[in-house]
């Protein structure tokens, strides 16, 4: 589905600190359409400034055929834990509700869903927000000097490797320090483009780190990469990145050990001149 086609179902009511999203009648028969939908969530939070917000789910007449249940609760938990400071749906399903009951007893999260979006809206307004007044400001796990050695060029073979081995991203702060460092240092090369070779091995991407690193991660590729290559041997992260890329069609072009990324940069080298 293209995003013209979510983007009319995630609203933002900024006075009352409410995400909408509206699933009428939506069906979801595979992982990658859920996942799909839930990176252009993802993005709409990123671009919105905001990191938390209260979610109102419209789950009217929404279908999930069975092999799309663990992609729909598995992204649902991640941005529920990462960006809701409180959840509520209304108008399921009998079949939709009496899954998501299921799931509520077993994970022990109080599924708060209503008939109408009034009550809804009423039963969200009642809950406390835990934004600051001046947005979402966390301390700084890392120093510049975390970033350095992680970040180096290969001039003659046109490579930029940037190392997030055994690297946690904690929250969208580290997020935000690590890439604003690989900008800066793209920039200081005063060279726009280049191959990436990105070792993810025993790198850890917390629910909190998720949005804003998919968002930063796909902004510098637009912007800087002539072709991106990863390696992350049996990682969590490597799972994650395959499932994201089947939902934005791209490859993830990742591979077992760094020699075996360098061989993948060569064919892309020599893909971009045929």
Request: net charge negative; with cysteine; glycine share 6%.
């Amino acid at each position: 589905m293209p995003e013209t086609e979510f983007d009319p179902r995630i609203r933002f009511d900024d006075a009352r600190q409410i995400m909408e999203v509206d699933f009428t009648d939506l069906h979801f028969q595979s992982g990658s359409t859920v996942n799909q939908f839930y990176d252009r969530i993802e993005e709409r939070i990123a671009e919105s400034g905001e990191s938390l917000w209260f979610f109102l789910v419209n789950l009217n007449g929404m279908r999930i055929d069975p092999a799309a249940w663990v992609d729909y609760a598995r992204r649902g938990r991640a941005l529920n834990q990462a960006h809701s400071m409180g959840s509520v749906r209304f108008d399921a399903s009998p079949e939709t509700a009496a899954q998501i009951e299921r799931d509520a007893r077993t994970e022990r999260f109080d599924p708060n869903l209503f008939t109408s979006r009034e009550d809804a809206i009423v039963r969200l307004d009642a809950l406390p927000s835990k934004r600051r007044a001046t947005g979402i400001l966390h301390d700084p796990n890392y120093a510049p000097g975390d970033f350095v050695r992680r970040v180096s060029f290969d001039h003659e073979a046109g490579i930029l490797e940037i190392d997030f081995s055994h690297f946690t991203f904690f929250h969208a702060r580290d997020v935000g320090d690590f890439y604003d460092h690989i900008e800066e240092r793209i920039r200081d090369t005063g060279q726009d483009k280049w191959f990436f070779l990105i070792n993810y091995d025993g790198c850890r991407i917390e629910p909190a780190a998720w949005v804003q690193h998919a968002f930063r991660g796909k902004k510098i590729n637009l912007s800087h990469s002539l072709g991106t290559v990863r390696y992350a041997p049996g990682s969590e992260t490597e799972e994650e990145i395959r499932r994201r890329a089947t939902a934005q069609d791209f490859r993830p072009n990742i591979r077992n050990t760094r020699a075996e990324a360098l061989a993948r940069i060569d064919e892309m080298r020599e893909e971009s001149v045929v």
